[in-house]
């Protein structure tokens, strides 16, 4: 059951959690007006329990500088939990901009919610980020 955390004029987000992970969906630009809520949406999830994320991406027609940092951000909390984190429907705009940032290859990037959900979170989630164990 999808349950919603934000619907304002600038983004809605909204989670429901599928084979434990916790499908965090954003409709809406990633910016400078909503990255506050994305992190409050996501330090709320955090306080109660959720520590396994998919970052669904695929309403997101725009996400910028701000918006990188944002997920930076909120995959610094899910670590700090002992979470994961995948993120879903990258567009090429998006995969530009992590690309940019050099962290293209920080992340897992699933085609959708359901290739991300396909297996259970492991134990080990975000042990290695921002990149491979040497």
């Known amino acids: ?9 600038h983004i809605t987000v ?3 959690v599928i084979n434990g992970w916790t499908v965090l969906e954003i409709d809406g630009e ?5 990255h506050a ?3 409050t949406a996501v330090a709320r999830l955090l306080d109660q329990g959720h520590r396994h994320f998919v970052l669904d991406l695929c309403f997101v027609p725009f996400l ?4 990188l940092s944002t997920v930076v951000a909120i995959t610094k ?6 979470g994961s984190l995948r ?13 940019h940032g050099g962290l293209r290859g ?29």
Do not use: N
């Not at 059951?1 to 004029?9: F, G, K, S, Y």
């Not at 990633?30 to 909503?34: G, L, P, S």
């Not at 910028?64 to 918006?67: A, K, L, N, R, W």
């Open 1 to 9: 059951m999808r349950t919603t955390l934000i619907r304002d004029q």
């Open 64 to 67: 910028d500088s701000m918006g």
């Open 106 to 134: 920080a992340y897992e990037f699933y085609d959708s919610p359901q290739e991300a959900t396909s297996q259970p979170p492991s134990h080990d989630g975000l042990a290695y980020w921002p990149g491979p164990p040497d």
């Open 14 to 16: 909204s989670y429901d």
């Open 87 to 99: 993120i879903t429907c990258p567009s090429a705009q998006i995969l530009k901009v992590f690309r």
């Open 37 to 39: 809520e994305i992190r």
């Open 30 to 34: 990633v910016d400078i007006r909503t």
């Open 77 to 82: 909390h899910i670590r700090k939990q002992e």
